[in-house]
């Protein structure tokens, strides 16, 4: 892992970027330098690491006394895309244009993109988890919840889970979601132009955790309230501290 840039920020982190092989990543720690648990943060479907949702949300549980990182694995954010990705994007934009079915489009290139991302998010957790000052366990909050779940499913230092439901999520992750039986906090816009309700509460009802809780509010994709932070900072509270 190579750091290329350090900045102390007003808050009392410090932002860190770094490079792991082609991945490139973020990490914001606590400027006390204490040792914290670890939060993996990733964004929906490929979105950049440097979206300012996901800093804000990443900066915010910083300051509550955790590590937190995120990278681009392959496909998102500014790393490339293969031509297959790029032409069922394309197909997609037009198919929503035209207000046709988009599911088997979705199926396409994010079940492949979930695919190629977990080695990279698991090689990233291996280096993460060697430097001084990081420690387990290990928490994972996003709007990519099939990266997450499948995440879950496979890699046994995550202890905790926190998705957004507003992502779609292949077939085959809702299968896997009856595997997940970690604590997990599952956030729902119930009035999400793009994701069914009902498909929502489909998966919720599927995840195989003992503990698990719902939050409904009211609003479109990107309404979620601010003071589900707070409450997503206690959700990791109870598990990682």
């Known amino acids: 892992m190579h750091f290329t840039s350090e900045q102390r920020l007003d808050d009392g982190i410090v932002e860190c970027e770094f490079t792991l092989g082609e991945i490139p990543g973020t990490l914001w720690t606590p ?30 549980t910083a300051a509550r006394g955790y590590a937190v990182a995120t990278i681009d694995a ?102 896997e979601a009856r595997q997940v039986t970690v604590p997990l906090l599952f956030l729902l816009q119930w009035d999400d132009e793009g994701n069914p309700r009902r498909r929502a509460l489909d998966l919720f009802d599927a995840f195989g955790s003992e503990e698990k809780t719902l939050h409904a509010n009211l609003g479109g994709h990107t309404g979620t309230p601010w003071f589900e932070l707070e409450d997503g900072c206690r959700f990791l509270d109870r598990h990682l501290k």
């Open 74 to 175: 392959e496909g998102c954010g500014d790393r490339p895309r293969s031509a297959a990705d790029e032409q069922a994007r394309a197909e997609l934009r037009r198919a929503m244009r035209a207000g046709e079915p988009v599911d088997e489009i979705f199926e396409s290139f994010i079940g492949p993109m979930v695919e190629k991302a977990v080695p990279d998010w698991r090689t990233t957790l291996d280096a993460l988890l060697a430097l001084p000052g990081i420690e387990g366990p290990v928490g994972y909050s996003g709007g990519w919840a099939a990266l997450g779940i499948r995440l879950a499913v496979v890699e046994p230092r995550i202890a905790a889970v926190g998705f957004f439901a507003g992502g779609y999520v292949p077939r085959a992750q809702r299968e």
């Open 31 to 60: 400027e006390s330098g204490a040792p914290a648990p670890l939060v993996l943060m990733s964004h929906n479907n490929g979105l950049p690491k440097a979206d300012p949702r996901l800093v804000a949300r990443a900066r915010y």
